[in-house]
């Protein structure tokens, strides 16, 4: 797959708006002593089908066309950006600090996992109506299950961004907070490989077993030898 010289200008543009758009609003709400990716998220909505595709949708169509070449583009710098931003801060995060607060963030955890995932368990199990499926539908369960799930993931890239941001990701409270995250996220992502089990959209050819340990495997890699590895091929 090629991009023609008109597709690449736009590409350019696109990011050149999407930037200075989040550059904007990030100073703006730092002046106001709030955390910059607040304005740069605001920047997305606004930039986004919800506001700019809505209220003038040939500008918004002009900024992003519906060119599958684009949209490949466009998502892939994206989700660059997202995995750059959290290498970074896994590179910032001190494990023995984390183990220190290993009761503290645990408990943080549990709670932040446990409330979401019980309030979109229970709405989505005793009112299947509310939420689009049949009460009698026998996937209900599982539905009800991905609900809560899906709840009680947290967005680990913001909030690893926020506490960078409000500078405090080295202090207690932001480690705490981040390993809680982390935790949340863990726990999270291998209930939600289960449910890809139960309902049969695993595509990528493992089972739940084998992408559980594939997961927990990854992540001790990441922050035992695969920290020291990176320290010492990228000093910080």
Known sequence: MYLTGSQITTFLISISVMLFSAKLLGELFIKIKQPAIIGEIIAGVILGPTVLGMIFPSIFLLLFPKSHEI????????????????????????????????????????????????????????F????????????????ALFMGTALSISALP?????????????????????????????IGWLIFSVILGLIGTNNHG???????????????????????????????
């Open 71 to 126: 949209s490949i583009a466009l998502e892939s710098f994206t989700t660059i950006a997202v995995v750059l931003l959290l290498l970074i801060s896994g590179l910032e995060v001190d494990l023995a600090m984390v183990l220190r607060q290993g009761k503290k963030a645990i408990y943080t955890s549990n709670m932040g996992l446990a409330i979401p995932f019980a309030l979109g368990f229970g709405v989505s199990y005793l």
């Open 128 to 143: 299947p109506n509310i939420m689009g499926i049949g009460s009698s539908s026998s996937s209900k369960f599982i539905f």
């Open 206 to 236: 493992f089972t739940s077993i084998e992408t559980m340990v594939s997961i927990i495997v990854f992540v001790l890699f990441s922050l035992t030898l695969g920290k020291k590895i990176l320290n010492k091929i990228i000093p910080i």
């Open 158 to 186: 913001v909030i690893a961004k926020t506490l960078i941001d409000l500078k405090i990701f080295k202090l207690e409270i932001g480690v705490i907070i981040i390993s809680a995250a982390m935790l949340n996220d863990l």
